[in-house]
């Protein structure tokens, strides 16, 4: 295709709910290439605003100075250039606020927030302290972009210019659900359909059927079409699908092409460029880059904040397990990591040396369903080692292991090897992240759930996961702790 270019409707990196998909958009498709320049502006004179509100400039009679304008004029420069390259980077007006408000609040106070660290370190550094205030920088930066997102996202799309006219093409119950969304019925109108051969047009009677895609060339001349939804049914072959493309192509025309394969319920997609192709990346893992090195910066400082915390309360762990019984401190054992990588997982050791050796002759005590292994009142567990267990105090050395990066704060229990080898294919999905200390099982299940819901809980939090969830999973660790329900 001449000139193609290729976006996603909704937020990059994720997949919007049915119907989804792939848009492709050709070069001349309504007016929003023209919006984004003005988008941009709009934002950085936001930013100006909030910096002028902070007391950035603020002008007196030694402001006059010829220093004091040029140093006001980097300044200005500085943050423009911060927040172009932040914003190119981020992608943060691939969204648009007439069709993803939320979407968009969220790229926009993301770009904020690393733009005023960033140009504010480099405000600092080159020019000095300026005295405005901190806070009121970023809330008032925060407030406005909000702001201006929800205006974009209210206002009426006639107020800036003529309602898109739409031609749907395809037949099926994906096009039908498509046809009748409320984002096609906010933003444009439908004016009918064109079946593929061998579709069903009784799936769409709320539409007028134009014609066959044989006639194509003139339906699209004849009803003056700003815009093609493709949404083609399983019986449509990639001859058609093309040929539809290419014809739009040919006119200048806009295509949101929504395949039936992307019709997916746990996968985010996104695109990849690879040898000069376009590329659908398909994944259920979370793609947000800024985001997962975030939540790498948090497992650094939170397992230092741990360790330097609670290093008396693991001296007297070690203490206690080198006088309470024979055997080593700490307790070496392989586990999965992330997609099956085995690393030694360490714990305070709470059982008898022999603990593993023993195992094969109590499996039939073992009260977790499942691969999984949980026997309560453990003949193998020490005194003081029960006392650990109740109150998780055998897992504080895996802080290490999140040092170390083989572990995170917040993830799925690493399981053994052996458990693994039992998996069913759709448990090795609970692997596909890196495992943590805590999850939403330890908060909310423990030993109370069946391995079924056990992996249920912790593909949940794969498919939702977030810094926030993150965060509130912490809190909630240290209540479920101390009542003491580890066993």
């Known amino acids: 295709m001449r ?39 709009a934002d950085y004179a936001c930013i100006v605003l909030a910096l002028a509100w902070a007391g950035v400039w603020s002008w007196s009679d030694s402001s006059l100075a010829l220093h004091h304008v040029t140093a006001e004029a980097i300044r200005a420069v500085l943050y423009a250039a911060v927040w172009l390259l932040v914003t190119s980077r981020l992608g943060t007006y691939r969204v648009r606020a007439d069709r993803a408000v939320r979407h968009s609040i969220a790229r926009g106070l993301e770009a904020w927030a690393i733009t005023w660290g960033f140009g504010g370190f480099l405000d600092v550094a080159i020019l000095g302290h300026s005295g405005y205030g901190i806070w009121q920088s970023i809330l008032a930066g925060a407030v406005l972009m909000t702001g201006l997102r929800v205006v974009l996202g209210t206002t009426s799309r006639t107020a800036f210019g003529v309602i898109p006219r739409a031609v749907l093409v395809g037949s099926c119950a994906a096009s039908r659900a498509l046809s009748t969304s409320e984002d096609v019925e906010s933003t444009m109108r439908v004016v009918g359909f064109v079946p593929f051969p061998g579709e069903d047009p009784s799936a769409l009677l709320h539409l007028r059927n134009l014609g066959t895609i044989e006639e194509l060339e003139q339906i699209l001349a004849r009803n003056q079409v700003d815009v093609a939804l493709l949404c083609p049914s399983e019986h449509a072959v990639t001859r058609e699908i093309h040929r539809v493309i290419d014809t739009c192509d040919a006119a200048g025309l806009g295509v949101h092409y929504f395949p039936q394969f992307l019709d997916l319920r746990n996968l985010r997609v996104s695109l990849r460029w690879l040898a000069g192709r376009a590329g659908i990346t398909m994944a259920s893992l979370p793609q947000q880059t800024p985001a997962l090195a975030a939540k790498r910066l948090l497992d650094i400082v939170g397992a230092t904040t741990a360790i330097l915390l609670l290093a008396p309360v693991m001296v007297a762990c070690a203490i206690t397990v080198k006088l309470g019984s024979r055997g080593p401190i700490l307790f070496r054992q392989k586990r999965c990591g992330q997609n099956g990588r085995v690393f030694q997982c360490l714990k305070f050791r709470t059982m008898v040396a022999d603990a593993e050796e023993q195992k094969e002759r109590l499996l039939e005590l073992n009260v977790q369903d499942g691969p999984a292994f949980k026997i309560p009142h453990d003949p193998r567990v020490t005194r003081f080692g029960r006392f650990m267990r109740k109150f998780s105090l055998d897992e504080l050395p895996q802080f290490f292991n999140v040092l170390a990066g083989d572990m995170s704060l917040v ?34 299940g423990r030993n109370r759930v069946p391995f079924k819901r056990w992996v249920e809980m912790d593909l949940y939090y794969i498919d939702n996961w977030s810094l926030w969830m993150d965060v509130k999973l912490l809190l909630h660790t240290f209540r479920a702790v101390l009542r003491g329900t580890g066993m």
């Open 3 to 41: 000139g193609t270019t290729l976006w996603f409707a909704a937020e990059e990196g994720q997949l919007t709910p049915p119907p989804s998909g792939l848009s492709v958009s050709l070069p001349t498709m309504s007016r929003s290439p023209n919006a984004l320049p003005l988008i941009a502006v």
């Open 411 to 444: 993830g799925p229990r690493p399981p053994v090897p052996s458990e693994v080898a039992h998996y069913a294919w759709w448990h090795r999905r609970r692997i596909s992240v890196k495992p943590g200390l805590t999850c939403v099982w330890q908060v909310w």
